[in-house]
């Protein structure tokens, strides 16, 4: 156990000891660093007023006061619509919740009719239910049809629906939260770049290097090794992630304030049947990405030891898992194809991934994707350990 | 002690690097000596249980070559093989000795005693990127001395030392072999005839002498030479 602490501490200071470490690591954290950096320094045009984004969210914040703290029903939007036709002043209060909740439940119609009752009638929802929950309803029908749900999946839906404790949702200022939760896509997508860089290079260095002579035909060559580089670079994207999740978060919440931390996360994305709190989702989102930098980890160094080569293992990593997803979307008609491919962090921890109603079945009922994602991801990093274990042991040091 | 090498055979696709190779070797110095590719290598890779033989066994005192214990009691310094550049030669020593299982003390203690004995105290906590190439084979020699094994596998030792080094490890490699196995190649016949207790000569994979040889044999080196000139003809 002595020597495996040892072996640990020594390919830490391999991973530390190199350039490439600090300069990936140096350039994920500033990136991270500077994104909220800007946003309190840099002026532009928002909403037709020189600002910085800091001074614009602290104007919209003055100007939600007198809806903060309501409930959302059809009086308040009653009173949004009479808003909109009144004055751009008078609007103030409520652009946020017309734009965010109203028309993206509502769609054209909202604006088209211009007022609640008119809205109603174009989207036959009846007078005596409340607007902005029953074409809610409506556009997650329309959308689980979309995502080709079956019946059984759209039942359980249905369920959830009849039981959002959430409902009917008191309005918050939540842009705080809502930054730090954003935050966590540009974060994944940074730390999956930074870990390709660092640990590509851990097992498939002593084949490019020809250290794999000395250090396979010694007793802790093999088995301890193995577990030690894995450890080694599992302690490195723990500590790495978790510095730059703090980086992604805290300066959000130090800049825009942390109210809204209680509010459901269905007052930005309403369609969104995911049962959580802003609160809630930056604690899922922040847990899924360090877990999903382990399944990176894992990926990487299982890539180091099958390729011999960490440029290939970059590439194949940097390609695969970061610039596939981000470019490409496997139609919902691609049922399985489709749902595999969207369980990749980066969808699933983005806030779009929050509106993906497909479920894995599971004997006795359904997960969510949210509920599987990391599940499959713990599942994934076993299967990778296990593989790279197998290439590591099964080597052998043949003609160069 | 007895490391048995028995009827080991190393098959590629299209090439045989070792053919059937048996061998009984004890305590003291064997000279390997071959032209490049006669399998010299390949044999001590296998020896060492880096490379897995396509036929045969290797054994000392009964343990097989795959096995934890018999790599414990192994040291190889292999004939090309590169460093880790952001550690200092301590650095190296240390975790070279993690690696053979030795406990802190031991791994303190007897890296002191090795660096001495190379004669590389001094730019111990160096980065081994700084050291020249002698002093990178320096390390490497006491590398393979951290668990003192009982089979000692040398490929090239002395290359990239000055002269002066050299007859310093070739006397350090005499000593060696009074109470190990000791398998050394190198393409220099004079190391051999110095120091090594029984001569292997292969070609083409094949072991086509071994024994000890005496001065009645005439001149090793002329007989190494005329391996190549037969195969020139």
Known sequence: ??????????????????KMTWIAFGIVFLTMVANAVIEVTVTRDIKGVQATQYEAEQQDKENQKPIIGRIVDDALVEEAFHALTTSETAFKPYTDLFNVVVREVCGTAALSSGTLEGTKEALGIAEDEELVYAARKMRIESAMAEQYLTEKEKAYWREVLENEDSVPWTYEYYVGPYSAWAMAY????????????????????EHQKKTDQLVLCSRNGRKMLYWAKLTAGMVFTMVSTGIILLVSVIPQLIIFGAEGLHA???????????????????????????????????????CS????????????????????????MVPYEYRVLGQIFDLNPINVVAIWGFLDYRLVPVPGGFLTMQQAAPMVYVL???VFMVIGRRAYLKYQVGGR | MELMIDRVTKRYENKIAVDRISLKLHKGVYGLLGANGAGKTTLMRIICGILKPTEGTITLDGMDVSEENYRARLGYLPQDFGYYPEFSGLDFLMYMAALKGLSKEQAKRKSAELLKLVAMEDVAKKKIKTYSGGMKQRIGIAQAL?????????????????????????????????????????HIVSDIEHIAD????????QLIYQGVWEEDNGDLEKFYLSQYEEEGE
Do not use: H, W
Not at chain 2, 153 to 164: H, Q, R, V
Not at chain 2, 198 to 205: C, Q, Y
């Open chain 1, 1 to 18: 156990m002595k020597n495996f602490r040892t072996l640990v501490r020594f390919e830490l200071k391999k991973i530390l000891g190199r």
């Open chain 1, 186 to 205: 540009t974060a994944i997508v940074m730390i999956a770049i930074m870990l390709a860089v660092c640990l590509a290079n851990l097992f498939a260095d």
């Open chain 1, 264 to 302: 459901p996360i269905q007052l930005n994305v309403p369609s969104s049947m995911v049962q959580m709190t802003f609160g809630e989702a930056i604690l899922y989102s922040y847990v899924v990405t360090i877990i999903a930098a382990l399944l990176y980890a894992s990926l990487i160094l299982c």
């Open chain 1, 305 to 328: 030891e099958l390729f011999r080569n960490s440029t290939v293992a970059v590439v194949a990593i940097i390609g695969v898992l970061v610039l596939l997803p981000m470019m490409i």
């Open chain 1, 380 to 382: 994934l990093v076993v």
């Open chain 2, 146 to 186: 951290l668990n003192d094994p009982e089979v000692l596998i040398l490929d090239e030792p002395t290359a990239g030392l000055d002269p002066k080094e050299r007859v310093r490890f070739r006397n350090l490699i005499a000593e060696l072999g009074k109470d190990c196995i000791v398998l050394l190649s190198t």
């Open chain 2, 198 to 205: 029984e001569v292997l000569m292969m070609k083409d994979g």
